[in-house]
């Protein structure tokens, strides 16, 4: 499959994501929300990995490697927490869009730290994602 799938494959995922995590932390801590979501998604990936015997290829991961994926385990950790106590508090109507401005800083991110081409049609993109989240955040 292409990264388009993936990527639709993706959205829909994380659509069902908020829905289910909206009703799930319902009258308990977000924190623990958040732990026990994290909790089933380490046992998911793991059985993938070992049923598909990536697990393998640990001992070739370079250390550069290794410091990224942690703190990007890490940026993902936060996300998360945060995630769950906006979804506690607020409308997932509204939290959702919020939280995929992160399209858009991954664009910049992607501009300046990559060196990937800020195309018109780009910056037009992200100008409507984040002009759209930001009335879906409010309306």
């Known amino acids: 499959m292409s990264w388009f799938v993936w990527a639709v494959l993706s959205a829909v995922f994380a659509a069902a994501t908020a829905l289910l995590a909206k009703v799930g932390v319902t009258g308990i801590d977000s924190n623990l929300a958040t732990a026990i979501r994290t909790t089933v998604i380490v046992a998911f990936t793991w ?3 070992l ?7 640990i001992s070739q ?6 410091v990224f994926l942690v703190l990007s385990g890490i940026a993902t950790g936060l996300s998360w927490l945060c995630y769950f106590r906006a979804l506690q508090l607020g409308p ?3 939290v959702a869009p919020v939280d995929k401005l992160s399209v858009v800083l991954v664009i910049l991110g992607a501009w300046i730290f990559l060196g990937e081409r ?4 780009k910056i ?5 994602i984040a002009i759209g ?3 879906l955040a409010f309306a």
């Open 51 to 57: 049923s598909l015997e990536s697990h393998h290829e």
């Open 47 to 49: 059985a993938i990995a």
């Open 133 to 135: 989240a930001v009335i």
């Open 118 to 121: 800020l195309t018109p049609l």
């Open 124 to 128: 037009g993109g992200a100008s409507l």
């Open 61 to 66: 991961i370079s250390p550069r490697s290794w």
């Open 92 to 94: 997932a109507s509204s």
